[in-house]
T-cell receptor, first 114, second 110 residues
C-alpha cells in the first residue's frame, strides 16, 4: 500500500508569490490534515478536510487555504508569501479522520521563501 | 484554546541511560497519541492512549496517561542510538483536530 505522497518535496519562492502544495493520501483514506512545522513552533495545525469539506481549521491567516478533491487528494495554497512562511509543510491522512485514528504523515514539502 | 505543553524541549543522554518526556494539557483530553520523527524524516505514529491511568509498553518504551487525562509521559529504558529523534505528543479534547506538543528532541552519545 503506497504511503502519503506530497509534491513537490522542495520549493523556493519569492516574497509576494503564491504556492500550491499537493498531498495524495493513502488509498481509502478520506481525511487529510495539513500542518506547518518550524523549529521554534513545532507542528501547527492548519486545517483538515474530510470528503471534500473543511472540517476543522487552525489559527492561520486567510492567506492559507486548501481544498480536497473527490478522490481525496488535497491541495494547500498560500498566497502573498512572507519570509515567515518558510517551513516544512506536512500532510497527514487517516481513514475516517477525527482524533481516534492514527495519522499517517507524508514526507513533507520544504518551502523556502526568499 | 487547547494547549499541549511538552518538556523538556531537548534531552541529551549517554547510550544506555533512560529518557522521559512529559506532556501536559490545559484541558482534559479525550485521548493522546505519541509520534516519533527521525532527523530529516516525518512523524510516525507510535501509540494511542484512551483510558484514564492507562499504561502501555512497546519493548523499551512505556507510555502513561494520567488519571485526570491531562498529562502523559513516554519513558525509554536503556536508550539506543536508534532512539534518536523528536518525540511528539498530540492530544484532543473532543474536536476533530490533533494538537501537538512542541516535541522533545532526543540526542544520544554512543
Amino acid at each position: 500500500k503506497a504511503g502519503v505522497t506530497q509534491t513537490p518535496r522542495y520549493l523556493i519562492k519569492t516574497r509576494g508569490q503564491q504556492v500550491t502544495l499537493s498531498c495524495s493520501p493513502i488509498s481509502g483514506h478520506r481525511s487529510v490534515s495539513w500542518y506547518q512545522q518550524t523549529p521554534g513552533q513545532g507542528l501547527q495545525f492548519l486545517f483538515e478536510y474530510f470528503s471534500e469539506t473543511q472540517r476543522n481549521k487552525g489559527n492561520f491567516p486567510g492567506r492559507f487555504s486548501g481544498r480536497q478533491f473527490s478522490n481525496s487528494r488535497s491541495e494547500m495554497n498560500v498566497s502573498t508569501l512572507e519570509l515567515g512562511d518558510s517551513a516544512l509543510y506536512l500532510c497527514a491522512s487517516s481513514s475516517v479522520g477525527g482524533t481516534n485514528t492514527e495519522a499517517f504523515f507524508g514526507q513533507g514539502t520544504r518551502l523556502t521563501v526568499v | 484554546g487547547q494547549q499541549v505543553m511538552q518538556i523538556p524541549q531537548y534531552q541529551h543522554v549517554q547510550e544506555g541511560e533512560d529518557f522521559t518526556t512529559y506532556c501536559n494539557s490545559s484541558t482534559t483530553l479525550s485521548n493522546i497519541q505519541w509520534y516519533k520523527q527521525r532527523p530529516g524524516g516525518h512523524p510516525v505514529f507510535l501509540i494511542q492512549l484512551v483510558k484514564s491511568g492507562e499504561v502501555k509498553k512497546q519493548k523499551r518504551l512505556t507510555f502513561q496517561f494520567g488519571e485526570a487525562k491531562k498529562n502523559s509521559s513516554l519513558h525509554i529504558t536503556a536508550t539506543q542510538t536508534t532512539d534518536v529523534g523528536t518525540y511528539f505528543c498530540a492530544g484532543t479534547e473532543g474536536a476533530q483536530k490533533l494538537v501537538f506538543g512542541q516535541g522533545t528532541r532526543l540526542t544520544i552519545n554512543p
